[in-house]
């Protein structure tokens, strides 16, 4: 059974930073894009950031360009979410994906870890 498994949400201030980390299991973790999603109350889950399963090709989201930073640990089955100076906007419910970059494309989510940021 394909399991994701998030850590590292918490509340913090605005300017903070947090670590996000998501452990694969039960698939073939190199094979899949992996992403993160976030998704706010009363809005839509959007993809946050994603990195290919080849060549570690990223991908962000306008609104955290130059303040998350995505990685991978093929080794450890872990897909990381370095987020830096966060901002209340950035509060939500972030999850991780098996496939990125859309919603149609995951292929398998985690359960969501919250990430408060105060002003």
């Known amino acids: 059974e394909a399991q994701l498994v998030e850590s590292g949400g918490g509340l913090v201030q605005a300017g903070d930073s947090l670590r996000l980390s998501c452990v694969g299991s039960g698939f073939d973790f190199d094979s899949y894009n992996m992403g993160w999603f976030r998704q706010a109350p009363g809005k839509e889950r959007e993809a946050v950031s994603c990195?290919?399963?080849?060549?570690?090709?990223?991908y962000y989201t306008n609104s955290v360009k130059g303040r998350f930073t995505i990685s991978r640990d093929n080794a450890n089955n872990t897909v990381y979410l370095q987020m830096n100076n966060l901002k209340p906007d950035d509060t939500a419910v972030y999850y991780c994906?098996?496939?990125?970059?859309?919603?149609?494309?995951?292929?398998?989510w985690g359960q969501g870890t919250q990430v408060t940021v105060s002003s």
């Open positions: 990195i290919s399963a080849v060549d570690d090709i990223t």
């Open positions: 994906a098996a496939g990125c970059s859309v919603v149609a494309l995951v292929a398998y």
